[in-house]
């Protein structure tokens, strides 16, 4: 066997560095023999002839805290993750409205090795030999907090609640989940401190105003909470790749030619906009519709169409339902840019 592994890290956003700093780790065994050439002709195509000098001495200067001192640094992190995760189990306030996902929550069982949750309270060494064991664990230092009691969904928590009022900054978010990381340079304690001293603020807020809830304003709330934590429209399946962009369409591989839909996408007279209802009736109606471009709604923050591929019902009942404010390559006005009906059938002139 041989390895060949290469990966891409944002340096910035977990060592010490500027922003923008990353690294690509390379693990291969045949890249002198084999790669080099190619992965150097690809880095210097895309790579600047003016490299930002600062950036590359951080990055240096990052991975010589990290040998030198990693170990404690790392060790502190994961104390404070730790930190916040006990504080909110332990508040009788903060335990109402919010938890923190739990291996059992994030892992499918079929995917966990017999024990197979990762055992956080029983320190490093037992963490370290759950990453060695076992395919899926979780990363102590990502809490990730479900607050579908709050009966506010994620990307309000986030913006609203935390950044506006609290000068907090989280990383992702879900329908019903906001996730806090901490760093090797997170501030000991202060930062920590903050944050649950928002929390428990935010979680009053919410018991007071409870308290003065009408019982038909009760409802309307717990009806609220509860679709953010039931009402999770399924994820659809992709469709497939229309026939034009496949190299054997009437083979069994599923595979696709997204380069060639996404330039093909550049051409205004072989797309046209459609809304969800014309959509949906081109498809009853037996009409392939083709997306040109990629639609990703945030959260989740991955496509759901991809250029060259085709709606299904259930794509289209799955954007129906989404409640997400951000959709990339969606326009509510405009509708969907899909290729129009001569680009599938006689392809670009």
Known sequence: ?????????STHKTLTSLRQGSMIHVHDDDFSRRGEEEFYEAYMTHTSTSPNYQILVSLDAGRCQVELEGYELVLHQIELAMTVRDQIAAHPLLSKYLRVLTSDDLIPAECRSPGGECPLEAGPLATEEAWGAHELVLDPCRLTIEISVTGIDGDTFKHEQLMDRWGIQVNKTTRNTVLAMTNIGTPPRTAVAHLLRALIGIAEELEAAADRMAPDQRRAFDRRAGALAHDHQPLPDFSRFHP???ADPTGAARDGNIRKASYLAYRDDLCEFVGP?????????GEPVVSAIFVTPYPPGFPILVPGQEFSADILDFMDALDTKEIHGFDPAQGYRVFTPSALTDGPA
Request: aromatic residues 10%; proline residues 0%.
């Open 277 to 285: 209802g014309e959509a949906r009736a081109r498809l009853e109606a």
């Open 244 to 246: 034009v962009f496949r």
């Open 1 to 9: 066997m041989r390895v060949r592994a290469y990966a891409t890290q």
